[in-house]
């Protein structure tokens, strides 16, 4: 059974960090692109970040570029998202994503076959 497991979220104060996982079982990673999603209450999903399979490149929303660094270990089958100078409006549900194949853009949620349950970023003082 093909899944993705996201873990590491939690409270933090704005301005910290925290490093949220995405371990995968029933596939092998390095040939899946994965993505990083989050949503807010209230709020429809929006993109994070983006890895690709090939090349490991990786893109960012403008909204976490600079305090957000996504990278992969095919080994431990796992994605990592480092999340730095945390602001309130991340707070957010991450959610992790695995596509095959991206035919237009990834950050389209349609683009991505497997999806994880979601972990509780919140960031408050």
């Known amino acids: 059974q093909r899944q993705l497991v996201e873990s590491g979220g939690g409270l933090v104060q704005p301005g910290g960090s925290l490093r949220l996982s995405c371990a995968v079982s029933?596939?092998?990673?390095?040939?899946?692109?994965i993505g990083w999603f989050r949503q807010a209450p209230g709020k429809e999903r929006e993109a994070v970040s983006f890895?690709?399979?090939?090349?490991?490149?990786?893109d960012y929303a403008d909204s976490v570029k600079g305090r957000f660094r996504i990278s992969r270990d095919n080994a431990k089958n796992t994605v990592y998202l480092q999340m730095n100078s945390l602001k309130p409006e991340d707070t957010a549900v991450y959610y992790c994503?695995?596509?095959?194949?991206?035919?237009?853009?990834?950050?389209?949620?349609?683009?991505?076959?497997?999806w994880g349950q979601g972990t509780q970023v919140t960031v408050s003082s």
């Open positions: 029933g596939f092998t990673l390095d040939v899946y692109n």
């Open positions: 890895i690709q399979s090939t090349d490991s490149s990786t």
């Open positions: 994503a695995a596509a095959l194949t991206i035919q237009s853009r990834w950050i389209f949620e349609y683009e991505y076959d497997y």
